[in-house]
């Protein structure tokens, strides 16, 4: 059941077009969350920048990984977690990373856990973190950079994830073989 319009490049609104264009470009589809956002113009751009941003950060392909699923899974979001499932594997991020994202099992690279669990104590807390919830990450190898750089990466999936659970969009081809629930 979608609640909310699902564009496609002719109905959108003028605004949305040439970000629709982009978004085939890129991935040789519109993305379904891509076609609901585009009812905003201004939040369909927001989302795309906050993307590349977030791709641009310190983070390499599996803490990207880390961060994206973390919060998805956190959040529900049962377009997201397919989504991100098949973007790992087009990133070749090692399968048992995802799975244990998926599945909300502790990550076996001691580096990777710290991420996980600082993303889920800023997602969970809204921001409210401890000193000690801060030490702890730093000691794994992180720093402060990495702190603002999961809340870009929040920013970006509070966006889709929120949007997803109000439209329900519905999961691309591409990624149902990755469906997910919690």
């Not at 977690?81 to 790992?88: D, F, L």
């Amino acid at each position: 059941m979608t609640t909310l319009k699902v564009h496609n490049i002719e109905s959108a609104p003028e605004g949305s077009k040439s970000l629709l264009e982009n978004s085939q470009k890129a991935y040789g589809m519109i993305p379904g969350l891509h076609g609901v956002l585009a009812a905003s113009p201004k939040i369909l751009e927001a989302y795309q920048t906050l993307h590349q941003l977030f791709t641009e950060t310190s983070f390499n392909e599996e803490e990207l990984t880390v961060v994206w699923q973390t919060i998805n899974v956190e959040h529900a979001c049962h377009y997201c977690v397919p989504a991100h499932t098949g973007i790992a594997k087009m990133m070749k991020v090692d399968d048992a990373i995802t799975e244990a994202l998926r599945n909300e099992t502790p990550l076996a690279d001691a580096k990777l856990e710290a991420l996980r669990t600082m993303t889920l104590t800023i997602v969970r807390n809204r921001g409210n973190v401890t000193q000690e919830d801060l030490d702890t990450f730093y000691a794994a190898g992180y720093g402060e950079q990495q702190v603002l750089e999961i809340i870009l990466g929040l920013s970006q999936k509070v966006i889709s994830n929120y949007t997803n659970h109000i439209a329900h969009t519905p999961v691309d081809d591409a990624f149902k073989k990755f469906e997910w629930s919690k």
